[in-house]
């Protein structure tokens, strides 16, 4: 035999030995079992099994019958009288809180269900939408707030908050409208994902981050042919962990996704044989896979089966401790990014009189009391950040001074503020090199001066030592260094004579804060783990016991605390959730932040932190500034 001949054979063989060990390493194609099942109940519209924990039975929904528990062989144990389409549930302690709508009055309603007792509550009717709603989903956060998705015809969404716990809010509340595909009819929550899936029928499935504080970007599960593997349309989904069932009813077709970090990935594809238009899918795991229900909208019938298959859960971002805004400033008056950088000035002698300020980088500084009530408004151009400090000479007179950062003129913008009345009034400009200035915070150390350190985007920052001889600010250049990337947020420690700044990309630098000595950077915290770029605003929160270092992680909506010296160890990080009781919405992609341990008196009484919201929702309107109890992060972060 030849060599060339001998090779050929080798070469098949290694050939029939891959095909065979490829044959025999793929995957079986997951088994789907149906039978018909609860026959006698028409105009089923809706279908789903009562949450784990809360029994066997299951729930439906009808135009004709009703609201329906019902148990494993169809048979009604409790019914709630009306016509409805749709439904979903979530488990409430012993309860069910489940949601439909009602056709006759056309609106969106949840009752309360007790699934032992067999007894439903009384409704609770969201308000008349100016749309048609085509469908529904609830979610629960991490507070353990409830929300209801609604989706409509021409693109309209909307999130409303309904209910905490257990409970059932007394009036529900519009969070947020949300724009959605124009063929959008089905929806459905997987709560500790956040993840919203909603269907556009002649495209495929979508995913949104479902928090009431998330931006509204999406990403496609599944499209339709040429560009994805659903045949003809997509319809219903139903959520496992880590997975995603979608019908493709005018195929018949039912659709398994594997999530992966960045995506999904398909998985089987299983012919629904003897159904003709598939419309309903409700899913509940079991030991053996996933027990399926399913409705065939071409007759009515309902099937039910085992489905031997299960999803790899995927892993989830660590869930963070909440704390809620106790006020919140009235909206600033410009739409878009304008709020950014707050500072808090404290009253030497009465703290309930004390003043939170707010740069509106589209208009100037504002100015409110410790209720969030605009108390005054000055319109001096595009300021970005602002800080405060105690004891000014300005002339003759001695006021306390806040600064900030002037876009428009790259320069900073001096304020005098009355020590008895809180008054601000403008007290100056100092212009300095940086072309596109953003970042500020002062500096005063024990001797009394005051020093401005300003930041540009490229790095550079620049310190000055502020006086006002005759009533008229001037500011002299004694430091300049530079960091290698766009810095923002900054904030110096006055008693250890630190400056802690943040590089957004990065991460958090201590430096001398000292003009005099060399601007040598030492590390606090690299991005990474709970610090999420950008880093952005950074604040102080000193006392007698302890002090802290407070960062924004704009890049996951979270606040980060450290001790405020060396090791600069971690105490975790929290969110700023919806406050029910209250109406306040939660805070995201917060900017700048303030805190202070001042006795300010009510819910102040162990300091306040301020944050820029950068989302307002609940009603959706400009941008504010939220105001949380210390106490609160306290208790989240269980700080010593």
Same mark, same amino acid.
């Given at each position: 035999? @030849? =060599?060339?001949?001998?090779?050929? &054979?080798?070469?098949?063989?290694?050939?029939?030995?891959?095909?065979?060990?490829?044959?025999?390493?793929?995957? #079986?194609?997951?088994?789907?079992?149906?039978?018909?099942?609860?026959?006698?109940? $028409?105009?089923?519209?809706?279908?789903?099994?009562?949450?784990?924990?809360?029994?066997?039975?299951?729930?439906?929904?009808?135009?004709?019958?009703?609201?329906?528990?019902?148990?494993?062989?169809?048979?009604?144990?409790?019914?709630?009288?009306?016509?409805?389409?749709?439904?979903?549930?979530?488990?409430?302690?012993?309860?069910?809180?489940?949601? #439909?709508?009602?056709?006759?009055?056309?609106?969106?309603?949840?009752?309360?269900?007790? +699934?032992?007792?067999?007894?439903?509550?009384?409704?609770?009717?969201?308000?008349?939408?100016?749309?048609?709603?085509?469908?529904?989903?609830?979610?629960?956060?991490?507070?353990?707030?409830?929300?209801?998705?609604?989706?409509?015809?021409?693109?309209?969404?909307?999130?409303?908050?309904?209910?905490?716990?257990?409970?059932?809010?007394?009036?529900?509340?519009?969070?947020?409208?949300?724009?959605?595909?124009?063929?959008?009819?089905?929806?459905?929550?997987?709560?500790?994902?956040?993840?919203?899936?909603?269907?556009?029928? &002649?495209?495929?499935?979508?995913?949104? +981050?479902?928090?009431?504080?998330?931006?509204?970007?999406?990403? /496609? !599960?599944?499209?339709?042919? /040429?560009?994805?593997?659903?045949?003809?349309?997509?319809?219903?989904?139903?959520?496992? *962990?880590?997975?995603?069932?979608?019908?493709?009813?005018?195929?018949?077709?039912?659709?398994?996704?594997?999530?992966?970090?960045?995506?999904?990935?398909?998985?089987?594809?299983?012919?629904?044989?003897?159904?003709?238009?598939?419309?309903?899918?409700?899913?509940?795991?079991?030991?053996?896979?996933?027990?399926?229900?399913?409705?065939?909208?071409?007759?009515?019938?309902?099937?039910?089966?085992?489905?031997?298959?299960?999803?790899?859960?995927?892993?989830? *971002? $660590?869930?963070?401790?909440?704390?809620?805004?106790?006020?919140?400033?009235?909206?600033?008056?410009?739409?878009?990014?304008?709020?950014?950088?707050?500072?808090?000035?404290?009253?030497?002698?009465? /703290?309930?009189?004390?003043?939170?300020?707010? =740069?509106?980088?589209?208009?100037?500084?504002?100015?409110?009391?410790?209720?969030?009530?605009?108390?005054?408004?000055?319109?001096?151009?595009?300021?970005?950040?602002?800080?405060?400090?105690?004891?000014?000479?300005?002339?003759?007179?001695?006021?306390?001074?806040?600064?900030?950062?002037?876009?428009?003129?790259?320069?900073?913008?001096?304020?005098?503020?009355?020590?008895?009345?809180?008054?601000?009034?403008?007290?100056?400009?100092?212009? =300095?090199?940086?072309?596109?200035?953003?970042?500020?915070?002062?500096?005063?150390?024990?001797?009394?001066?005051?020093?401005?350190?300003?930041?540009?985007?490229?790095?550079?920052?620049?310190?000055?030592?502020? @006086?006002? /001889?005759?009533?008229?600010?001037?500011?002299?250049?004694?430091?300049?260094?530079?960091?290698? @990337?766009?810095?923002?947020?900054?904030?110096?420690?006055?008693?250890?004579?630190?400056?802690?700044?943040?590089?957004?990309? !990065?991460?958090?630098?201590? !430096?001398?804060?000292?003009?005099?000595?060399?601007?040598?950077?030492?590390?606090?915290?690299?991005?990474?783990?709970?610090?999420?770029?950008?880093?952005?605003?950074?604040?102080?929160?000193?006392?007698?016991?302890?002090?802290?270092?407070?960062?924004?992680?704009?890049?996951?909506?979270?606040?980060?605390?450290?001790?405020?010296?060396? *090791?600069?160890?971690?105490?975790?990080?929290?969110?700023?959730?919806?406050?029910?009781?209250?109406?306040?919405?939660?805070?995201?992609?917060?900017?700048?932040?303030? !805190?202070?341990?001042?006795?300010?008196?009510?819910?102040?009484?162990?300091?306040?932190?301020?944050?820029?919201?950068?989302?307002?929702?609940?009603?959706?309107? =400009?941008?504010?500034?939220?105001?949380?109890?210390?106490?609160?992060?306290?208790?989240?972060?269980?700080?010593?």
């Amino acid at each position: 035999m @030849s =060599t060339v001949s001998t090779a050929r &054979n080798r070469l098949l063989a290694l050939c029939i030995g891959m095909i065979c060990g490829a044959a025999l390493a793929a995957p #079986s194609v997951p088994g789907l079992n149906l039978k018909p099942w609860a026959e006698q109940t $028409p105009g089923v519209t809706g279908l789903g099994f009562v949450p784990a924990g809360t029994g066997a039975d299951r729930l439906l929904a009808s135009e004709r019958e009703g609201l329906l528990l019902v148990d494993e062989q169809g048979r009604q144990l409790a019914r709630f009288k009306g016509s409805f389409n749709g439904l979903d549930s979530r488990a409430a302690g012993g309860q069910l809180l489940v949601a #439909s709508l009602d056709n006759q009055r056309q609106q969106a309603l949840l009752v309360s269900l007790d +699934p032992a007792r067999r007894t439903w509550g009384q409704p609770l009717y969201l308000p008349t939408r100016d749309y048609p709603v085509n469908g529904l989903c609830l979610y629960r956060d991490e507070a353990s707030n409830l929300f209801l998705f609604l989706v409509g015809e021409e693109g309209k969404g909307e999130q409303w908050l309904v209910g905490h716990g257990a409970q059932l809010s007394a009036e529900p509340q519009r969070v947020r409208g949300l724009p959605l595909p124009p063929e959008a009819k089905f929806c459905q929550v997987d709560d500790a994902a956040q993840q919203l899936l909603v269907n556009e029928q &002649n495209v495929g499935w979508w995913a949104y +981050p479902a928090h009431a504080e998330a931006d509204t970007a999406r990403q /496609p !599960v599944a499209l339709r042919a /040429p560009f994805g593997d659903i045949r003809k349309s997509a319809g219903a989904m139903a959520r496992v *962990p880590g997975g995603v069932l979608g019908l493709d009813p005018k195929a018949a077709q039912l659709h398994l996704y594997q999530q992966q970090e960045k995506g999904w990935v398909a998985q089987a594809t299983l012919p629904l044989a003897g159904l003709k238009e598939p419309e309903n899918i409700a899913l509940r795991a079991s030991d053996k896979g996933l027990q399926v229900l399913l409705r065939d909208d071409e007759d009515g019938r309902l099937y039910q089966g085992q489905l031997n298959w299960q999803a790899t859960p995927v892993a989830l *971002p $660590p869930v963070l401790p909440t704390v809620q805004a106790a006020a919140q400033s009235e909206p600033v008056g410009r739409q878009g990014d304008a709020a950014d950088d707050p500072a808090i000035w404290v009253h030497p002698q009465q /703290p309930s009189l004390s003043r939170v300020l707010g =740069t509106n980088k589209k208009q100037g500084l504002l100015a409110y009391d410790l209720q969030g009530k605009l108390l005054q408004e000055l319109a001096v151009g595009r300021l970005n950040n602002v800080d405060v400090r105690p004891n000014f000479q300005l002339g003759e007179r001695r006021v306390d001074l806040a600064v900030a950062s002037n876009r428009d003129r790259n320069s900073l913008s001096l304020f005098a503020i009355d020590r008895a009345s809180g008054e601000l009034s403008e007290a100056g400009e100092v212009p =300095t090199p940086l072309k596109e200035i953003y970042g500020i915070c002062l500096f005063q150390p024990a001797s009394g001066e005051i020093y401005a350190i300003a930041n540009d985007k490229d790095g550079t920052f620049v310190q000055y030592r502020l @006086s006002a /001889p005759g009533g008229t600010a001037q500011g002299e250049l004694v430091r300049r260094f530079k960091v290698a @990337s766009q810095p923002e947020g900054c904030v110096a420690d006055d008693q250890r004579q630190r400056l802690f700044l943040g590089e957004e990309d !990065v991460g958090v630098w201590a !430096v001398d804060a000292r003009p005099e000595q060399p601007a040598t950077l030492h590390s606090v915290i690299k991005v990474g783990g709970l610090l999420q770029a950008d880093v952005e605003g950074l604040a102080l929160y000193q006392s007698n016991a302890r002090d802290y270092l407070v960062i924004s992680s704009q890049g996951n909506d979270s606040y980060l605390v450290l001790d405020a010296e060396p *090791p600069f160890a971690s105490h975790g990080a929290f969110r700023v959730s919806l406050n029910a009781r209250a109406g306040i919405d939660g805070a995201s992609e917060t900017d700048g932040l303030e !805190v202070t341990s001042a006795n300010l008196g009510g819910p102040w009484s162990q300091g306040l932190l301020v944050v820029q919201d950068g989302r307002k929702r609940m009603p959706e309107q =400009t941008q504010n500034f939220k105001f949380v109890p210390w106490a609160e992060v306290t208790q989240a972060l269980k700080l010593p």
